[in-house]
C-alpha cells in the first residue's frame, strides 16, 4: 500500500506535466471503486469542465489536485487515495490505457491523468473545501511538516496502544503505514510492542527516525513490493535500502542478529529483538 514516500513522489512526477493543464473532458469505466461506492461522475464534470490545474499537492496520503481559474479561489479540488493498487498515470492520448483504468481526465495539450487500479481500493472524490472534508479533517500532523518531539510526547503521554499501532492511527501522525513504521522503530531503537506512553521520553529520536526513514523513501522514489509505480509508470527503488521490512531472518545491519517478523491484527511487522528495546 503507498504510503508518504510513494504519495510524494507520484505528486512529484505528476507535477511538471499536469500544474497548469487544462481539463476538457471525464471519462469513467462504470465500475465502482472503494467500498463498491461509484464516483461522483457528474460532479467531477461540473466542477473540472473549462478549468485547469492550480496545484498538485499532498496531504497525507492524499493526492490534491486543486482546479479552477483562479490559484487564489480554487472550484474545486480532486482528492485521491491510491488504496492499496492505485496508480495516477500521465500519458499521451495515443498510449494506449492499460487494463484497470477506471477514470481518465483528457488535458488540453493532448495527454491523459489515469487512475489505474487492479483491486480498486483506492477512491477518487471532488469536494469543494479540502479542510471541512471529513477525511482530511481529522488528519494528525504530517511527519516531515508538522511533527514536533513536544507535541509527539504529549499525545504519548496519553495513549495505552503499542507504539506500533499508534504510529499508524492516521489521527496521531498522518501518512505512515506498516513498512516506515517498522523502519522507523528500527531506526530509534524502540520495540513495537512498546506502550506507546514508556517511549514518551524517547519522541526526539523517534521523530528524527520517522523523518530519516520517510527521507530516504523519497529519495529513493518509493518502495516497490508489487504495485507501486511513479506518475510516470517508473518503480521505486527502495526496497532494496529497508533495514527491517521484509528481511525476516537476514541479519540486522547494526547487531546482526536475525530480523524477526510478527503478526498482529493481520499485519505483519519486521524487527530486531535484540536491539530494538521495550
Ligand atoms: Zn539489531
Given at each position: 500500500m503507498p504510503e508518504l514516500p510513494e504519495v510524494e513522489t507520484v505528486v512529484r512526477t505528476l507535477r511538471p506535466g499536469l500544474q497548469n493543464a487544462r481539463l476538457e473532458g471525464v471519462w469513467w469505466s462504470g465500475l465502482p471503486l472503494r467500498m463498491l461506492r461509484?464516483?461522483?461522475?457528474?460532479?467531477?464534470?461540473?466542477?473540472?469542465?473549462?478549468?485547469?490545474?492550480?496545484?498538485?499537492?499532498?496531504?497525507?496520503?492524499?493526492?490534491l489536485i486543486d482546479v479552477g481559474a483562479d490559484p487564489e479561489h480554487p472550484r474545486g479540488t480532486l482528492l485521491v487515495h491510491l488504496g492499496m493498487s492505485g496508480q495516477l498515470r500521465l500519458a499521451a492520448e495515443q498510449v494506449p490505457r492499460a487494463p484497470h483504468t477506471h477514470l481518465v481526465w483528457r488535458l488540453g495539450d493532448g495527454h491523459e491523468l489515469r487512475f489505474v487500479?487492479?483491486?480498486?481500493?483506492?477512491?477518487?472524490?471532488?469536494?469543494?473545501?479540502?479542510?471541512?472534508?471529513a477525511e482530511l479533517a481529522t488528519l494528525g500532523p504530517d511527519p516531515l511538516?508538522?511533527?514536533?518531539?513536544?507535541?509527539?510526547?504529549?499525545?504519548?503521554?496519553?495513549?495505552?496502544?503499542?507504539?506500533?499501532?499508534?504510529?499508524?492511527?492516521?489521527?496521531?501522525?498522518?501518512?505512515?503505514?506498516?513498512?516506515?513504521v517498522s523502519e522507523?522503530?528500527?531506526?530509534?531503537?524502540?520495540?513495537?510492542?512498546?506502550?506507546?506512553?514508556?517511549?514518551?521520553?524517547?519522541?526526539?529520536?523517534?521523530?528524527?527516525?520517522?523523518?530519516?526513514?520517510?527521507?530516504?523513501?523519497?529519495?529513493?522514489r518509493g518502495t516497490t513490493l508489487r504495485d507501486y509505480r511513479d506518475a510516470d509508470g517508473a518503480a521505486g527503488n527502495n526496497a532494496a535500502a529497508l533495514l527491517v521490512y521484509g528481511r525476516s531472518g537476514a541479519p540486522c545491519g547494526r547487531c546482526g542478529a536475525a530480523i524477526k517478523r510478527r503478526v498482529d491484527a493481520g499485519r505483519s511487522t519486521y524487527f530486531c529483538g535484540a536491539c530494538q528495546r521495550r
Open positions: 461509484a464516483p461522483d461522475v457528474p460532479a467531477m464534470k461540473r466542477v473540472c469542465r473549462g478549468t485547469r490545474v492550480l496545484a498538485v499537492r499532498r496531504q497525507a496520503k492524499y493526492i487500479d487492479p483491486r480498486r481500493f483506492g477512491w477518487v472524490a471532488v469536494v469543494r473545501a479540502p479542510a471541512t472534508f511538516t508538522e511533527l514536533h518531539p513536544a507535541d509527539l510526547a504529549a499525545a504519548l503521554a496519553t495513549s495505552r496502544a503499542p507504539i506500533k499501532a499508534f504510529l499508524l492511527d492516521q489521527r496521531r501522525v498522518a501518512g505512515l503505514g506498516n513498512i516506515y522507523a522503530l528500527h531506526r530509534a531503537g524502540v520495540h513495537p510492542g512498546t506502550p506507546a506512553r514508556r517511549v514518551r521520553g524517547r519522541a526526539p529520536v523517534l521523530v528524527e527516525a520517522i523523518k530519516a526513514a520517510l527521507l530516504q523513501g523519497i529519495a529513493n
